[in-house]
């Protein structure tokens, strides 16, 4: 029912910048949180940055500062500003979003993740 699809993924070199974008299509009442996630070979995924549908935005302290998450409610969208990245950051970037579908309750839903590589 709810589709989540991201993009702006690649290959950046130390010091660049990059920006996913994550558009949230299908049927549902509402889109409360929404949060990326990354996944390194190897390694669990974990927590990046949240953000409320008021905008209270939650980062971890590896991205602080150099990493800002937004969204665009209209838009069913949110993004994620990637600033002065480094080796570290490379990993698969999964957005989710908590979604009401009825008046019950709020589900999760994942997308398929986009590649982010930092390399020289």
């Known amino acids: 029912q709810v589709q989540l699809v991201e993009s702006g993924g690649g290959l950046v070199q130390p010091g660049g910048s990059l920006r996913l974008s994550c558009a949230a299509s299908g049927r549902f009442f509402s889109i409360n949180d929404m949060r990326w996630y990354r996944q390194a070979p190897g390694k669990e995924r974990e927590l990046v940055a949240a953000?409320?549908?008021?905008?209270?935005?939650t980062y971890t302290d590896s991205v602080k500062g150099r990493f800002a998450i937004s969204r665009d409610n209209a838009k069913n969208t949110v993004y994620l500003q990637m600033n002065s990245l480094k080796p570290e950051d490379t990993a698969v970037y999964y957005c989710y979003a908590e979604a009401s579908i009825t008046f019950a309750g709020s589900y999760p839903y994942w997308g398929q993740g986009t590649q982010v590589t930092v390399s020289s």
């Open positions: 953000i409320t549908r008021g905008g209270g935005t």
